[in-house]
């Protein structure tokens, strides 16, 4: 199968074809056949004798994916069976039969969980507040026959809250290995570090744990596993706003409903297209009940086809009260997390960091407050340094598109970096731009475009993560407190370093 991809954004590399070959079995009869590929792109198997023979095209699954920087890419467009659509629509159709007759052990609880960005993208297009889509998407879904449907800034608000936990644990654990160690054995370039993520040094890598580098970017994360393995201890642990949510769903609702959490169906409405390849990991598989913590991710774009299927008009559409976890004030109103489109994990950790490490507080790194900021020499990367008497005790950064994520890699690798964190995205302009986002008429320019979705999501109040009371008593009703091992396992992850076997596919030999 080839996939070709166009409209992309975050191009690294010269494309290679994404070739996963239909196998062909050979026989001695045949071994001198070739391959011959059409005008069209199909692909025929020709015999000796110039009999030709149509291959069916393979199909490819999330964990056929490589995500290997020749196709892939953070704003991929792979069509992918089980990330769809049209299975959203399969299990409701099933549901809408099983209570025709009568087999209500049959139906799954089906729960919708939306980005922020997603609402934002939508709102642009049709001219209406993040409040009202959300109202509007919560009618639309539930008429087809969704039970719940949720946001991610909810959620997101544990990502950030353990965020900040780890990098304050991070930057103390760091700081006292650097004041046990030799004079000697300060410099960290001396140690020769490989691409796997081995070390000359066994203990090199686990103490090189700063600058730590934002999880929430599949993207980001995928091209860590495939290209640079040593990077991966430098990566915070704490999952995405989609997983996280993932665990509430399976979890906590699970139990909270007494069901199992094979009897939920958890679609994610994301922003970006490797969404659906985080949801497809391997950890987040429940092998117990053989379910994924979120099993279907559709993107913006893809909602708003649902909405021409089912002659949805948003914008005279009625409205339906929110459900419980939505991040709202006591108003009702939608409410964000401050910093930036791509989550305000910066901005959040950073004022965390500094008033738990330094015991200063008042800092606003959105206002510019207690901080410098300084831009470079393109918008996507900023760098953000908290000073005490003059002297810098945390630099922070952010680093969006894989140029400025390829420079960080290279400071990291010969020990270059001077930050204690940085925030990856891998699309320009962060996860408002993310490639399953919908895109402007021909009248508007892209950068235009952006810029309206980013305000639009950026107009909508935000309340601080400490301040979420719903959030805050679920670690204690949910987690078994904020330190405990239950805590750690459902709002933890790790990371897998993954040896390339792609070649060329010019130099494939059948």
Known sequence: MSVILKDLNDYIAPSQACIKPVEVKKTNDDKNNVIKIDDSG???????????????????????CLACSGCITSAESVLITMQSREELYNVLKLNKEAIDQNNLDQKKTVVISMAPQSIASIAAKYDLTPLQVAKRLTHFFKSLGVHYVFDTSFSRDFSLLESAREFVERYQLYQEKQQKKPPQDNNIKSTKIKRNGTSENDGAMNEAKLPMLASACPGWICYAEKTHGFILPYISQTKSPQQIMGSVVKDHLANKLGIK?????????????????????????????????????????????????????????????????????????????????????????????????????????????????????????????????????????????????????????????????????????????????????????????????????????????????VVLNLYSEWLDGINSEKSKKLLRTQYHAVEITLVNPLAVKW
């Open 42 to 64: 199909g692909y025929y198997e020709v015999s000796q004798e110039g009999i030709e023979t149509k291959l069916q095209t393979a199909q490819i699954t999330l964990d056929d």
């Open 261 to 469: 959490p094979n009897n939920i169906y958890h679609v994610g409405v994301m922003m970006c297209f490797d969404k659906k390849l985080e949801a497809s990991r391997p950890d987040f598989f429940n092998d117990y009940y053989q379910v994924r913590d979120v099993d279907c991710v559709i993107t913006t774009g893809e909602v708003d086809k649902m909405f021409e299927e089912n002659n949805f008009d948003i914008k005279i559409s009625e409205e339906s009260l929110l459900d419980s976890f939505i991040k709202t004030s006591q108003e009702g109103a939608l409410l964000r997390s401050s910093g930036s489109s791509s989550g305000g994990y910066l901005e959040f950790i950073l004022e965390y960091a500094a008033r738990e490490l330094f015991n200063i507080t008042g800092v606003d790194v959105e206002k510019e407050q207690g901080v410098i900021v300084k831009i470079g020499r393109n918008k996507d990367f900023k760098e953000v340094t908290l000073e005490i008497d003059g002297k810098p005790v945390l630099k922070f950064a952010s680093a969006y598109g894989f140029r400025n994520i390829q420079n960080l890699v290279r400071k990291i690798k010969s020990s270059n970096s001077p930050y204690h964190y940085v925030e990856v995205m891998a699309c320009p302009s962060g996860c408002i731009n993310g490639g399953g986002q919908l895109k402007p008429d021909e009248t508007i320019p892209m950068k235009d475009w952006i810029s309206q979705v980013n305000n639009i999501y950026r107009n909508v109040n935000s309340l601080s993560p400490e301040k979420n009371d």
